[in-house]
C-alpha cells in the first residue's frame, strides 16, 4: 500500500500544478503497473465547457502511447457509443459496471465486450466519479469523470487490485477538477474576451483601469441594412442571420491570427496587435482578414434563398491604442479604446458614401499600393486635417 501511497502523493503533485490531462492519466497507468495492479487497457472520460468541444477522452493501452480524443457538439454519435458500457454508466446512474469476460455466464451486452474477450481480456469495469464543475446541460446527470479498466491478468482483478484502482481513481477525480476548472477558467476568458484579453486577465490585469498602450491595425466592420432586415426576419431568425454575419466577419480576424475585441451590436471590432511582429506583417494579416471576409460573404450569398444578400463595410487603420479594462469596477470590459479605434469606426461609416466595401487608411494603403485606389480626403475624429482613405480593390 506504500507504492499506491506514492501514487497519490504524485496525484497531489499534479492537482497542484497544470497537468496535460491525457499525459497525467497515462503515467498514473504506468505507475499503477509499476506498483503491480494489472492494468492493460484503460479509458478516461470527461465533459467540457467549450463552445465546440462537447467531450474529451484519453485511451491508453499497455505498450503503447495515450491517444487524446476531443469530441465536438456537431458530431454524430457513433454506434460504438451508443453501445458502449461508459454511456450505459453514466444514464443508469450506477457506481459501478463490471465484467468477468472469461466466465461462460457473464452477460456481454455490449459489443466492446466480446472484442475485449476475444482479445485475451479477462476482467473489464466502468466506474464513474462524480463532481460538480460548470457545464453544458446534456442527457447525463451528473459531471465528473468516468474510467474504464481492463485486465489480461489470469483470474481477472484481484480484491486488492480493484481496491487500488477505487483507491487512486478518487485521487485522480481530484487531480481531474482542479485541472478542468482551470481549463475551464481559462475557455470562459477566451470565449469572451479572445485569447490575449483572457490571458491579461487570468495573470491579473483585473482591476478597474488596468491596461497598457499598444500598437495595433484595426479591423472594423459593420453589418449594412440591419435594421431593416431584423425587422424583416423577425427576432428568431435575425439571430441566425447575425451569427453567420459574425462567422464571416469575426470568423475571419481570427483564421488571419487577429483578436476579437468586441461586439458592438452587428459591429465588429478587431485589431493585430504588432507586438515583437512588423507592422507589414499585421496590415497585410487585416488585409487578408477583409478579404477573407469579401470571400466569406460571396459564398454565403451564392448559396442563400434569401432575396436581400448579406453586405458588410470594412475599415482598416493603425496606429497606438489603450488596450485595457474599461467600465465601472463590478462590471468591466476588456478593450481597446482611442483615437485609431474612433477613426475606423468614422472610416467605416463613410464606406456607404463612398460606394465600397472596404476603406483604408494611408498607412494602410502604402502596403497594398498596387490594390489601393484614393477616393477623397475626409473629416476624422481627432485629425485637425482631412485625412486621405483608399478603397481595397
Known amino acids: 500500500m506504500a507504492e499506491i501511497d506514492g501514487i497519490e502523493d504524485w496525484l497531489i503533485d499534479q492537482a497542484l500544478g497544470s497537468p496535460d490531462m491525457a499525459s497525467m492519466f497515462a503515467e498514473m497507468c504506468e505507475r499503477l503497473r509499476q506498483c503491480n495492479v494489472p492494468i492493460d487497457r484503460s479509458m478516461l472520460v470527461w465533459s467540457a465547457l467549450h463552445p465546440l468541444i462537447e467531450a474529451e477522452l484519453a485511451f491508453w493501452e499497455n505498450g503503447g502511447t495515450v491517444q487524446h480524443e476531443r469530441i465536438q457538439h456537431s458530431a454524430e454519435e457513433t454506434d460504438d457509443w451508443l453501445t458502449s458500457p461508459i454511456r450505459a454508466v453514466l444514464l443508469s446512474g450506477e457506481p459501478m459496471l463490471r465484467r468477468r469476460l472469461t466466465n461462460q455466464n457473464a452477460p456481454l451486452e455490449f459489443p466492446l465486450l466480446k472484442t475485449l474477450s476475444d482479445a485475451g481480456y479477462t476482467d473489464y469495469m466502468v466506474m464513474p466519479t462524480q463532481f460538480n464543475i460548470p457545464s453544458i446541460p ?24 480493484l481496491k487500488a484502482i477505487q483507491y487512486i481513481q478518487r485521487r485522480l477525480a481530484l487531480a481531474a477538477r482542479a485541472t478542468l476548472e482551470g481549463q475551464i477558467s481559462q475557455t470562459i476568458a477566451e470565449t469572451y474576451l479572445g485569447k490575449i484579453a483572457g490571458d491579461k486577465v487570468l495573470s491579473g490585469q483585473i482591476r478597474h483601469g488596468d491596461g497598457e498602450t499598444i500598437d495595433a491595425v484595426i479591423y472594423y466592420s459593420d453589418m449594412r441594412e440591419s ?27 481570427l483564421q488571419h491570427g487577429g483578436e476579437v475585441l468586441d461586439f458592438i451590436g452587428d459591429a465588429v471590432l478587431g485589431a493585430f496587435p504588432i507586438g515583437d511582429q512588423n507592422l507589414e506583417e499585421c496590415v497585410n494579416r487585416a488585409i487578408d482578414a477583409a478579404d477573407e471576409t469579401r470571400k466569406r460573404l460571396q459564398s454565403i450569398n451564392l448559396s442563400a434563398s434569401q432575396d436581400r ?16 479594462n474599461i467600465g465601472v469596477p463590478h462590471r468591466l470590459t476588456f478593450s481597446v479604446i482611442g483615437q485609431t479605434v474612433h477613426a475606423a469606426a468614422r472610416v ?11 476603406l483604408m487608411t494611408q498607412d494602410i494603403a502604402r502596403f497594398a499600393e498596387s490594390r489601393s485606389q484614393p477616393v477623397g480626403a475626409f473629416e476624422l475624429n481627432g485629425f485637425s486635417a482631412h485625412q486621405p482613405l483608399f478603397s481595397l480593390t
Open 227 to 253: 435594421t431593416a432586415i431584423a425587422e424583416t426576419l423577425g427576432p428568431d431568425a435575425y439571430l441566425g442571420w447575425l451569427n453567420t454575419y459574425f462567422e464571416a466577419t469575426a470568423g475571419a480576424v
Open 309 to 324: 444578400p448579406m453586405k458588410t463595410g470594412i475599415a482598416l487603420s493603425v496606429g497606438s491604442v489603450m488596450f485595457g
Open 348 to 358: 467605416e461609416s463613410l464606406t456607404k458614401q463612398v460606394g465600397v466595401d472596404v
Open 138 to 161: 446534456s442527457e447525463f446527470p451528473t459531471t465528473g469523470i468516468v474510467v474504464s479498466w481492463a485486465t489480461r491478468q489470469d483470474g481477472g482483478f484481484s480484491d486488492d487490485a
